[in-house]
């Protein structure tokens, strides 16, 4: 009659097996933080690029045919970085604005977003 059980080499064998799976476990779960923390960056930058087009939209006294402004803005506690730059058009009294942000002064836009926007009468 055989013996009942496991050796210690397939013991070994089966907790390699088992560290190397729960080791692409743990970089697969640290990959999707990091994934999820960029998209929430580029969420929360997409929402400071829309209130810029709004505020824009109620008061573009600034508009012309190429104005570049930049600011900051806190969205959600954090710090956001917008560029906006406008161009003019084929059509008269309408501005094409383009808003970028980012989450450093200089650094690479999250977002980006453009719209057409009546520029402002001139007095």
Known sequence: MGRRGFSLLEVLVA???VAIALASMLRIQGRLVADGAEVEARVLAHWVAANRIAALRLGPAWLGDTARHSGEAEEAGRPFYWRTESFSTSYPGVVRVEVKVSDTPDGESLARMTS????APEN
Not at 116 to 119: K, R, V
């Open 116 to 119: 057409f926007i009546p520029a």
């Open 15 to 17: 907790l390699a097996v």
